[in-house]
């Protein structure tokens, strides 16, 4: 079920980072970055001495990340921005991962563009631009939550280990000193702030400001639309296998089924520190692995819909808009909190705070006449209530 999907994502990771060209640029005793065509490029660096505590990527290779050091008045502020990848709920597709950057890092890209939220520029980042910033590329497939091995296949399933182990490295590096944290994430990222937000706030002082931002990670237990339990089936999966269970919010596991509490609309009641959601209604990832899967679409009735929602018959569009209305649904008790923020728009789109295009461009969405950045930032530094929901987009959704 969903076999294949992290395909798709290895794909799109590959080419938002594929740029000509370069200057060199570097910080002495960091690693290695340089501007390409105007974009901070940050090297990769592995992780030490991870393996001798278990943390390692599927195939059994140390866990990685990019790093680029903060300056001036960020130097004692962290952003630790965890990328997207999907998740793997069987063998099979567990296996076909050790082979990507996914679920090894001898894959990973040597170097990654650090755009969005993660931008050195203070014109495309005006609040987070020169704070120490950290992206952990996902090589586990259980958003960092699972800890169990399958020997026959020579798998290991350790994300939870190598949450441990970034997070005690990157406190060496100097967040132990941090006065603000924020910890951030897309899709499978966006769902591990969610499921790790309140232990980041754990790793510090109390008088550090920790705020946590899932930026496409909110995704709903809701039917397809032949009815079936799909989506819910994977997540099922992917906590069976990967022994997630153990891992997962005892707030949650004392009442609810493991799977239910994977799912972030469980969740959300649960957690005490400061949230920020950053979702579009639309979510093309979860329209079309969710609500209109293959599987529930044999005849490909959908696919001209799927591709370009300009495309979608009234009846298709109708059951769009109720999904829409699901999440607003789910989101509301959420919404009651004076601490926590949110930005859900209607644009057609999956992941929006780490492109610098809807992040802050002179194009980005803009919902009360602030761009996500903006939103963003006057949630995190309390300069304003931020809890917004717009039926617009720049891009073309279905109104």
């Known amino acids: 079920m969903l076999k294949f999907l992290w395909v798709c994502i290895v794909i799109a990771t590959f080419f938002s980072n594929w740029v000509d060209g370069f200057v060199q640029y570097s910080h002495e005793g960091d690693p290695k970055t340089e501007i390409i065509n105007n974009t901070l490029m940050v090297s990769l660096t592995l992780i030490q001495g991870a393996d001798v505590k278990g943390a390692v990527c599927l195939d059994g290779t140390l866990p990685a990340y990019y790093f680029h050091r903060g300056h001036g008045s960020g130097k004692k502020s962290w952003l630790v921005h965890f990328q997207g990848g999907g998740w793997c709920g069987n063998v099979t597709d567990c296996v076909a991962r050790k082979k990507t950057q996914l679920g090894s890092s001898n894959f990973m890209l040597p170097e990654t563009g650090f755009t969005g939220i993660l931008s050195y520029k203070a014109e495309e980042n005006p609040d987070f631009f020169n704070w120490n910033r950290v992206m952990l590329p996902s090589c586990d497939g259980a958003s960092f939550s699972g800890d169990s091995e399958n020997k026959e296949e020579q798998l290991q399933f350790r994300g939870h280990r190598i949450w441990l182990a970034a997070m005690e490295k990157l406190m060496s590096l100097g967040m132990r000193h941090a006065k603000k944290a924020l910890i951030s994430g897309c899709s499978a990222g966006g769902l591990t702030s969610i499921l790790h937000c309140d232990k980041f706030r754990g790793l510090f002082q109390r008088n550090t400001k920790v705020k946590c931002l899932s930026d496409a990670g909110f995704f709903l237990d809701s039917v397809d639309i032949s009815g079936a339990p799909t ?166 959704v279905p109104q």
């Not at 972030?264 to 093309?284: E, H």
């Not at 495309?311 to 999440?327: A, E, K, V, Y």
């Not at 728009?345 to 802050?360: G, I, N, P, R, V």
């Open 231 to 396: 989506f819910r089936n994977f997540f099922s999966n992917v906590v069976s296998l990967q022994g997630v269970k153990e891992n997962l919010p005892h707030f949650c596991t004392s009442r609810l089924d493991p799977t239910s509490c994977f799912f972030p609309q469980n969740l959300l009641a649960g957690i005490k520190t400061p949230l920020f959601i950053l979702n579009s209604a639309y979510d093309s990832f979860q329209f079309q692995f969710s609500l209109v899967p293959a599987s529930a679409d044999p005849n490909g009735l959908w696919n001209s819909c799927k591709l370009n929602v300009t495309n979608c018959s009234p009846t298709q569009l109708h059951i769009l808009q109720g999904f829409r209305s699901q999440m607003l649904q789910a989101l509301k008790p959420f919404s009651k909190s004076n601490q926590n923020g949110m930005f859900i728009d209607s644009c057609y789109a999956h992941c929006q705070s780490q492109f610098q295009l809807t992040w802050y461009a002179a194009n980005s969405t803009i919902i009360g006449n602030k761009r996500i950045s903006q939103s963003v930032g006057d949630w995190y530094f309390d300069r304003a209530e931020v809890k917004v929901v717009d039926k617009s987009c720049h891009h073309l």
